[in-house]
């Protein structure tokens, strides 16, 4: 669809008041698509003028589209009487307290006419010796979307020295919607045929941008008109055209071609010719002047003139319809009830020409029964409300009760008891209470679901040797497994899944030759898959011996949680000591003096840790030096990378980046959000790149932004910019740059082998000697008082 014929926006308005005459559309959501406000050299500012031609009130809010995607942008709120015209001076720095180049979309309760003019008033010089350019408010209506097109025409510049040419020309768009697309400019000739290659802009929402034609196409338009299409997204655009004399600097503003339907004369609303109303079937009135009546006439309004479903039930009387009335095979069963006629236990049937009351089971089931159930409900649904079975099977060969089930995640069998009772319950003399088997390999051949404080999931109980099991009761429970199976499973998912507890003996005791021992799982928050508590101080909460293995092997998936998590309330214990003979290395995790510690032999490889993967220290970290390890990039598989970390004695955050100037020479960079709230004290250094220029830092970091100006346009520059921290926890803390050693550690070293002294003068020596003095006594004493294991 090709948006057609060019027009001047034609309504004026007269005011009184000093000012310039307001012409264009008024509407309730408007936009300006050209404004801006800048400080420099020769300053940029925009005046915008607002018209409320109505009786009432008119609330306005404007909002400030940056050349950048603008989802939630900056507002300003105003209101305007009936009749008034509101002028806003420097728009963009008094409402918006803001030094940047953009768009306004202006939304307004009633209909407002807006109009402004951006312009460039050198340093001293008054409004008379401005220069600047119109731009009329374009309803948003106009936009246009995927798949329509518009022309920008009247382009002329003859060369990329904007200054040689007569003219200079730019092209810009705004997105109206809050959607994001992408728009194709293809540069025509005077002839209608394309030169040289498009460009796409691809935009986000509410995003203003704008270009020199040059830079866009890259050759000579000494004539020359700009299509606009839409080509992806579901975002539309305001299109608009500047085109300067070179000389004088006489700005001009050209206009988009507007869509034909916009204009009255091609309008449908105002073109009709009817002079009058007839009436026609089923209708009576009419008349050719005045207030016209249609009424429906005696013949009434017969099936015909109905659409289809157009009459509802809601608008049929009871009675109303006759059985001479339906069509043959309009009721379908769907529209039976079974109301009178039949008797208690009489079900609906058919005679084989007739619907009939019939006694149930007449051409009900027969047993047995060879068909299948629904999809998804039950075959057979049997409740008893009184005193005995509601299914009983009595066999003297076989199963009383059998079920069998193929679905995995389904029970053969499944009984649910959410009183006191058992959901199932099986008695023995002789053989099995309940027997279940499963061949599924994550299935279980028993399974129960307890949910009262008082029962059990599982209970088996047999009176022929006097021996039970419970399973989640008071008992632990006992089991017997093979081939690697689970003799004992429990699951939970806020208490214990299996848990055991002795006066003497063991509370639970796993023994395997082939699989584990004991295995423990948990799904639930917090809680530990195997947990261990020893209240004697010479023992343990888990201890673990290996002539060859692992001693404690600690395994976990869940996010937040250890493989092994080991406390320690005594001042001289640790909650997990670890130590390997053959290399010497030995370490401890919340002993006496630190959380975790290790120590690590004179062998250049032996590790005092090692971790594998992300690592995180809620605290201050103080080491010897620092580096980064790697796999060679030039040779992965026999060399390694070093890099020494950049050491600060000042918390010091270092921030980067590229960005190129604007045609005005400035370049407005975003930090993050949080910049501010993060740092002080800013340094900036700044670096021209790809020719000579000079740059400057124009505006310094405020609201997390900062501006670049270069003494010519369109300069690339690369930014440095470091701050300090300020956070909370940074200005609590911060890093002691000089020290005095505390009197226990004065004549000590942190590295006395480097320093050429023996081992004895190292901090950790007589720590590290006390602890593993204190390991090995205790050592001794929990294994002297270890029963036999068998």
Same mark, same amino acid.
């Given at each position: ?5 060019? =027009? ?33 050299? *020769? ?79 050198? $340093? ?18 106009? *936009? ?74 890259? #050759? ?71 207030? @016209? ?44 009830? *079974?109301?009178?006629?039949?008797? $208690?236990?009489? @079900? ?65 069998? +499944?009984?649910?008891? *959410? ?36 029962? +059990? ?23 017997? %497994?093979?081939?690697?199976?689970? %003799?004992?499973? %429990?699951?939970?998912?806020?208490? +214990? ?44 909460? @888990? ?11 600690? $395994? ?135 020719? =000579? ?13 900062? @501006? ?13 910019? #470091? ?68």
């Amino acid at each position: 669809m090709f948006r057609g014929k060019t =027009f001047l926006l034609g309504l004026v308005v007269a005011v009184t008041l000093a000012q310039p005459t307001l012409a264009g559309f008024a509407g309730t959501d408007i936009y300006l698509p050209s404004v801006g406000s800048a400080v420099g050299v *020769a300053p940029w500012y925009t005046t915008v003028w607002v018209y409320n031609p109505t009786s009432s009130p008119a609330n306005v809010t404007f909002y400030f589209l940056k050349r950048q995607a603008n989802p939630s942008p900056s507002s300003y709120t105003d209101t305007i009487p009936p009749g008034d015209v509101r002028r806003y001076d420097d728009a963009v720095q008094f409402m918006f307290h803001e030094s940047n180049f953009g768009a306004l979309r202006i939304v307004s309760n009633q209909k407002v006419l807006v109009s402004s003019r951006i312009y460039a008033q050198s $340093s001293g010089e008054g409004l008379r010796n401005s220069k600047g350019q119109y731009f009329g408010g374009v309803p948003a209506s106009f *936009a246009i979307g995927a798949g329509e097109k518009t022309r920008i025409v009247g382009i002329r510049q003859t060369s990329s020295d904007r200054s040689a040419s007569d003219f200079r020309f730019n092209v810009g768009v705004v997105e109206t919607t809050g959607n994001s697309c992408t728009v194709t400019l293809r540069l025509v000739d005077e002839t209608g045929a394309v030169v040289g290659s498009p460009s796409t802009w691809n935009l986000g929402a509410r995003e203003q941008k704008q270009d020199n034609v040059w830079s866009l196409f890259g #050759t000579s338009m000494p004539n020359h008109q700009v299509e606009i299409e839409v080509t992806g997204g579901t975002g539309k655009v305001i299109a608009f055209g500047s085109s300067i004399a070179n000389g004088s600097d006489d700005p001009s503003t050209v206009e988009m071609h507007f869509a034909d339907s916009l204009l009255a004369e091609n309008s449908t609303g105002g073109s009709g010719t009817i002079t009058g109303v007839t009436a026609g079937q089923g209708l009576t009135g009419g008349g050719t002047s005045g207030n @016209v009546t249609l009424a429906v006439a005696n013949g009434g309004i017969t099936s015909g003139m109905l659409a289809d479903n157009s009459v509802t039930s809601a608008k049929i009387a009871d009675g109303s319809v006759q059985a001479a009335d339906l069509a043959n095979g309009a009721v379908t069963k769907a529209k039976l009830a *079974a109301s009178g006629g039949g008797t $208690s236990g009489q @079900v609906l049937g058919t005679d084989g020409t007739n619907l009939v009351w019939q006694a149930a089971g007449s051409g009900g089931f027969t047993l047995p029964y060879a068909g299948s159930g629904s999809a998804s409900g039950d075959l057979f649904s049997i409740t008893n409300s009184g005193t005995g079975t509601a299914i009983y099977g009595k066999s003297t060969q076989n199963d009383g009760v059998r079920g069998e089930a193929s679905v995995v995640g389904k029970s053969g069998v +499944y009984g649910y008891n *959410a009183a006191a009772g058992y959901g199932v319950k099986g008695t023995s003399i002789s053989g099995h209470g309940v027997a279940g088997v499963s061949g599924g390999n994550t299935m279980s051949g028993v399974y129960g679901e307890q949910t009262n404080s008082g029962g +059990y999931a599982v209970f088996g109980s047999n009176t022929g040797s006097g021996n039970w099991g419970y399973l989640g009761g008071n008992e632990g429970a006992k089991g017997v %497994g093979a081939n690697n199976k689970t %003799g004992v499973l %429990g699951s939970s998912t806020s208490g +214990y899944g299996v848990e055991g507890s002795s006066s003497s003996g063991r509370g639970v005791f796993g023994h395997s030759t082939g699989a584990e021992g004991v295995y423990g799982q948990t799904s639930a928050a917090n809680k530990a898959g195997v947990y261990g508590n020893n209240d004697n101080a010479n023992g343990y909460g @888990v201890r673990g011996d290996s002539a060859s293995g692992d001693g404690v092997y600690g $395994s976990s998936s869940g996010g937040n949680r250890s493989g092994v998590y080991g406390q320690n309330s005594n001042s001289f214990g640790w909650g997990v000591y670890g130590r390997n003979t053959n290399s010497g290395t030995e370490g401890f995790l919340g002993g006496a003096l630190y959380g975790v510690y290790g120590k690590a032999s004179s062998n250049a490889s032996s590790k005092a840790g090692w971790f594998d993967g992300s690592v995180h220290v809620n605290g201050a970290l103080s080491k010897s030096s620092g580096s980064f390890k790697i796999d060679h990039p030039l040779d992965p598989e026999h060399k390694y990378l070093y890099h020494s970390f950049v050491e600060s004695p000042d918390m010091m955050n270092i921030y980067n980046g590229n960005v190129v100037t604007d045609e005005e020479g400035r370049a407005v960079v975003e930090l993050p959000e949080w910049f501010e709230a993060l740092n002080k004290d800013f340094r900036y250094q700044l670096t021209v790149i790809g020719r =000579f220029a000079q740059a400057i830092v124009e505006e310094e970091i405020k609201n997390n932004r900062f @501006v670049i100006r270069t003494n010519m346009a369109r300069v690339e520059v690369s930014w440095q910019v #470091t701050g300090i921290r300020k956070d909370p926890w940074a200005e609590a803390h911060r890093i002691p740059v000089e020290e005095v050693k505390p009197p226990e550690e004065q004549g000590t070293y942190l590295n006395p082998k480097e320093w050429g002294q023996p081992e004895e003068k190292g901090l950790d020596y007589r720590t590290l000697t006390q602890l593993r003095e204190n390991s090995e006594a205790m050592t001794q004493t929990a294994s002297g008082s270890q029963e036999h294991r068998p």
